[in-house]
């Protein structure tokens, strides 16, 4: 067995040392942002170019990439925002455990943790869909979370 940074080591062995783990992540995220650049750049150079259709076809790859970059940011986005449904709920359920409280406050409180609890299960049903589904709705996931967020707000104030 070789060591590491040896001769004998294979070139690709090395790379995947090197683009292992989060820094594999951060690679892969800063050069999305460099093709998205690269490409934008060279769609708006394109108008003096006699190519036809060129500058339609880098302008449609730039826009597949772009939806596929907002599919992962909405990915992320439900998952943060069910993570934070979730322990605020438990929060809730958690701090009012054995205290007395009078049927109004109750019933508030009931409501809420309820509300909670659906809006959630939306956020887990929007997670579970398969990407190529989340890549083609990546418009309507946006419009969803923002709904979404919507209920969660009238959910607090009716608390409130």
């Known amino acids: 067995?070789?060591?590491?940074?040896?001769?004998?080591?294979?070139?690709?062995?090395?790379?995947?040392?090197?683009f292992s783990g989060a820094k594999a992540k951060d690679v892969a995220a800063e050069a999305s942002a460099a093709l998205i650049t690269s490409l934008t750049i060279l769609k708006e150079s394109l108008d003096?170019?006699?190519?036809?259709g060129l500058k339609g076809a880098v302008g449609g790859l730039l826009e597949v990439i772009k939806a596929i970059d907002k599919t992962k940011e909405n990915a992320k986005d439900i998952e943060s925002l069910s993570n934070h449904i979730s322990q605020l709920n438990t929060t809730i359920v958690n701090s009012i455990k054995g205290r007395k409280m009078d049927n109004d406050l109750?019933?508030?409180?009931?409501?809420?943790t309820r509300d909670l609890l659906l809006i959630q299960a939306d956020y887990q049903?929007?997670?579970?869909k398969?990407?190529?589904?989340?890549?083609?709705?990546?418009?309507?996931?946006?419009?969803?979370?923002?709904?979404?967020?919507?209920?969660?707000?009238?959910?607090?104030?009716?608390?409130?």
């Open 130 to 160: 398969n990407p190529l589904r989340q890549f083609f709705s990546v418009n309507d996931h946006a419009t969803t979370i923002v709904g979404l967020n919507r209920m969660l707000d009238r959910a607090i104030q009716a608390f409130v």
């Open 48 to 52: 003096g170019v006699p190519a036809p």
């Open 106 to 112: 109750k019933n508030r409180v009931d409501f809420l």
């Open 1 to 18: 067995m070789s060591k590491p940074g040896s001769s004998t080591q294979s070139k690709d062995s090395r790379l995947k040392g090197i």
């Open 125 to 128: 049903k929007m997670s579970k």
